[in-house]
């Protein structure tokens, strides 16, 4: 099946007979035993629970994985990742990331032992470079956020070759509807499915997925042990959101396009970085391992006075943290993402005073550049 028809047809409800059309909310803690030491599946929904399991077989057929579990956030899932880790162990992240997963990896990883190395991952010399014999994971976003830097994620596969170190790929940007990592190599996704997949800018939600059975079963384990599942009823919103999730990408990239192209040319703008850009440097590997770019942009203006205006002066878009939603977001790195970055590495990555990052969303793009236009006139 193409991912369109996945995004619908995806899961099938094992549970319910009547023909319901959508997963029935199993709103319920735990489930009654038919018998001593029997079971009918299901034991207590920190466990497992019917809505979450649609969900979780969904994304797991999205991604090209044997199994998905469902977090109540993006941080909850990889916090629950970083506990296949040991003290000693030695990651090496992008240096361009999410502001809370470098929060994670800098004030409790670290606490715990792991020595995490922030490399430029786009570039295989430099990962080489960084590898260790203690190195046990690469940690990629791609395109990162907000600099828009591209991992060849095959490539990075292949430069591990039989050393025992997993690549996880955060997918959040790209989602399986344009890219799916664990084709491209990489042995977990994670997701904030609070962004794409959700699609409404109304639930937190995180993932991971593998392709690996018994990556797999070690995941299980620390989802239930450390026990930040998602709810049932935000289960199901998922589930529903993940119905639209190609349209909204094709038309939020559609915008994307027009937006990126339109800001290129705009006085006040100096530099726009978006990975569907033929400037964009890593256009090649792009079109390699996706099948789309995406609608996230980044871009810098020609002084910390038009970037604050655009922030005051926007009007139809809003002036808000998250992305991925129908809503067309904007967000100023420095003051809310990157916020806890020491400002000499925020400096080093380009997150300036005149860097703004832009979710682009479904409404009418000429509604979004006029909006745009009379924010940075
Ligand atoms: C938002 C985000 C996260 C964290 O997810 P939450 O759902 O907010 O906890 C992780 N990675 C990326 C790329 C994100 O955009």
């Known amino acids: 099946m193409k991912p369109e028809t996945l995004c619908i047809h995806g899961a099938t409800d094992r549970t319910h007979t009547t023909g319901a059309v959508c997963p029935p909310i199993y709103q319920t803690a735990t489930f009654a035993h038919p018998g001593v030491n029997q079971s009918t599946g299901y034991d207590y929904t920190r466990s497992q629970n019917p809505t979450r399991e649609h969900l979780e077989q969904l994304l797991a057929r999205l991604e090209g994985g044997v199994d998905a579990l469902a977090f109540s956030s993006g941080m909850a899932a990889i916090a629950a990742l970083m506990e296949l880790f040991s003290p000693g162990d030695h990651i090496i992240a992008s240096d361009d990331l999410y502001g809370g997963a470098i929060r994670l990896f800098d004030k409790i990883s670290t606490k715990n032992g792991l020595r995490v190395r922030y490399a430029d ?3 295989l010399a430099a990962v080489e470079e960084a590898i260790t014999d203690r190195t046990r994971a690469i940690y990629v976003e ?11 994620i095959g490539a990075l596969r292949a430069r591990i070759g039989g050393r025992d ?7 959040t940007f790209l989602t399986p509807y344009y890219c799916r990592p664990l084709e491209l190599g990489a042995d977990i996704v994670t997701h904030s499915g609070t962004k794409y997949l959700g699609g409404h800018n109304d639930t937190l939600a995180g993932f991971l997925v593998t392709a690996d059975a018994a990556m797999a079963e070690r995941l299980r384990f620390l989802h239930k042990t450390t026990g930040a599942c998602l709810s049932p009823f935000d289960s199901f919103l998922l589930t529903r959101g993940i119905k639209t999730l190609a349209i909204r990408m094709e038309r939020a990239q559609h915008n994307a396009v027009l937006i990126a192209n339109r800001l290129l040319s705009h006085p006040k ?14 256009l090649a590997v792009s079109k390699k391992q996706t099948s789309g770019f995406g609608a996230m942009i980044s871009f810098e203006t020609d002084s910390p006075e038009t970037a604050r205006g655009v922030l005051e002066r926007v009007r139809l878009i809003l002036y808000a943290e998250s992305l991925g939603g129908a809503e067309t977001l904007i967000t100023y790195p420095l ?3 990157h916020a806890d970055v020491p400002e000499d590495r925020r400096v080093a ?8 990052r832009l979710s682009v969303g479904i409404e009418h793009v000429d509604d979004l550049i006029a909006d745009l236009e009379q924010a940075l006139a």
């Open 269 to 282: 703008v100096t530099a726009v970085h978006y990975v569907g850009l033929d400037s964009h440097p890593s």
């Open 335 to 337: 003051l809310q993402t």
């Open 121 to 123: 991952t786009s570039d």
């Open 165 to 171: 170190i997993l690549l996880i790929a955060d997918n």
């Open 349 to 356: 990555r380009g997150i300036t005073d005149r860097l703004l």
């Open 142 to 152: 791609t395109p990162s956020n907000p600099m828009m830097h591209v991992s060849d």
